[in-house]
């Protein structure tokens, strides 16, 4: 049962009525009686001043300068005591922003510098007695060294900036970007954009300070299976028949080792290296018949893929825990083969992200 069913809606003559009722009672009542039963009623009275409800402006006023008396008025109340704590008084591990975007340096292997539109997430932790932090400091603190330093020093001033000022234990700053590389085609003498999925992390945690670097590398995987299959076809049988072959993407993320520069091409190289098969940019029709000969010289399972990723990783001695994890999206099937490796203690964990394989996803 709604209120019209149990309420009669009065007409317009009968409302009329009972707002002078209203206006009749409110014009004899005291301030205290009307802020009882609604500050609101102030308004029907438009001749008398009511203390407890001003009549408040409407008009923006730009030409209003804040002081310091004024800023030292203003309420905070994620600075506020530990009483004011919704819910279990417990530690917060990652607290902060996510994708706050601004122009960003980064340093060319070959030389110079690059300026790429960046995604930045910035968290630190809060312990059990803070009620929060104040999350524009993360953003004043990054912006205040993003003209001045290159990708990762303005990581690790950053981190020292807001951790400072937020007085945290513990901080994660995560900055994501798209970077350009010029790749020849395989025959043709054509060149076009690569654009490589890059993603930088800074974690202190326990006074200790580590850099990992995320790459997503999008290849074509041939199934080795499929290419044995229509060759016996082929043979056989005389019957024309095609491998089934799909895009697919790892995603390899490795801490640098202090002290070593793992330039983001090392990383592609390193990539490329172990599956060469990388997806092309500018092609003609002897790209696309070089690109089926190399796919036919290396199929490869996605168990493959993860083992041959991670024979280059630990080759290289800047490079040192890692993760690879691979998802061939196959065309065989509606579902994908995935692959997880890990080594060392950075990136072992008994759960996974239940989002994890369908993000690797190239997004064009």
Known sequence: ??????????????????????????GQASETEIAQLDPAIARLLPERAVGNYPDLSRTYDPDFKVDAAYKAGLPDLQNGPASLIVGAKTRIEHVGISNFRLPIRYRLREGGEITLETSVTGTVSLEAEKKGINMSRIMRSF?????????????????????????????????????????????????????????????????????????DYVYSSTCPCSLELAEH???VRAQLATPHSQRSVARISVVAEPGQRLWFEDLIDIARVAVPTETQVMVKREDEQAFAELN?????????????????????????????????????????AVALLTEGETFAAESLDPRLFASLVHGG
């Open 1 to 26: 049962m709604n209120i019209q069913d149990r309420i009669a809606m009065p007409d317009t003559d009968e409302a009329k009525a009972a707002l002078e009722v209203l206006r009749a009672w409110a």
């Open 143 to 215: 912006y205040a060294h993003s003209e001045t330093a290159f990708s990762s020093g303005v990581m690790s001033q950053a981190v020292d900036d807001y951790k400072d000022h937020l007085e945290s234990f513990d901080a994660r700053l995560q900055m994501r970007f798209s970077y350009p590389t010029r790749v020849e085609s395989l025959r043709s003498g054509l060149s076009g954009w690569q654009y490589y999925d890059f993603a930088l992390e800074q974690i202190d945690r326990a006074g200790t300070r580590k850099r990992i670097i995320h790459l």
């Open 233 to 235: 076809a082929r043979r």
């Open 296 to 336: 036919a010289a290396n199929p490869i399972f996605v168990e493959d893929a993860v083992r041959a990723f991670a024979a280059g990783l630990l080759a290289d001695p800047r490079v040192g825990d890692f993760r690879v994890v691979a998802s061939h999206q196959e065309s065989l099937h509606s579902h994908d």
